[in-house]
């Protein structure tokens, strides 16, 4: 679906209204996953695998789940730690895109629980070496790679970025603005086959934690703009919008529950300016454990509110890791 300019913040405000709604379809889906005898996890030529199509050996899928979710929760928690200035940091992350709850297969199911034959299982990675500024202030050029574990297995070399980050832009009260940009180098096959001349993006992270509460609100944002040349006429997205508003509960010092509601809007290269493509919404209920106070693992599973069931519900997870 197309959306005008004059439409955007009504569409904006349609599905934000939608966040606590979708809470108790969660919880329902959550229940149903726990008590179904129909999880599998055999991620071979399984009898449930779709037909094998053309999947590209050096992918250009960026996931089943809305695009940058767990991968905002993870950076900012890179830029969170208390490195002074002058030090240097590394951390690496993974998301996992994974199978659908009870048809588990090589590929990642559509929102109608359908195994996606475009979509195989996907594990993206992520390693940056950071150098602090100021004790807010960093410096991070990022390797991003992916590997797909399935269908004899392939990795596929992805545009690295350089991100400036704040963290703590805002930070009173409770409440903290974490911001950076960054901008997207494009040496990937794909980029180049489609005359890519680089990304700019900026991440946003606010949070707000009340006084002595176990409680946090938050809202994860993100704006990018992808730059073509002469021969970019296919080449997909030149905007790209994405909002997760979330709420976390903390069980213990090391546990969390959480929950995400993410929305996406995009621009295709070519379209009428302000002709935005409404790319649907999903939730994400899971847990944030801090395995040790430098290992943390989010696993999730991914909601379609509009088709919510087991077939389209998928399992995915989040593992940062901050050696330095």
Known sequence: MLISGNQKVGRF???????????????????????????????????????????????????????????????????????????????????????????????QPDSNGNPDPNRPLLYKNFLGVGYRVTNEIAITPTAYWQWIPVRGGSYAIQDPYVKISHNALISRGGFNLYGDVRYHVPISDYSRSVDSKGGLQTVEVATYTPEASRWTFGMFGSARANFYGKQGAAAGNDVELYAGPNISYQMTPTLAGVILYEYNLNHAYGDPNGALKDDGYDVQPGLNWDITPTVLFNPYVNIYPTSANLKSTSLGFLISWQPL
């Open 13 to 107: 405000g349609q599905y934000f209204g939608r966040f606590f709604g979708t809470i108790a379809t969660a919880s329902s889906m959550i229940g149903a996953i726990a008590a179904s005898s129909a999880v599998q996890f055999a991620y071979g030529d399984a009898a449930t695998d779709a037909p094998q199509t053309n999947v590209d050996a050096t992918p250009k899928i960026e996931g089943g789940q809305a695009a940058g979710s767990s991968q905002v929760l993870a950076e900012a928690a890179s830029d969170s730690g208390e490195q002074k200035a002058g030090t240097v940091g590394v951390n690496y992350f993974g998301i996992f895109y994974g199978p659908g709850v009870s048809n588990a297969s090589s590929f």
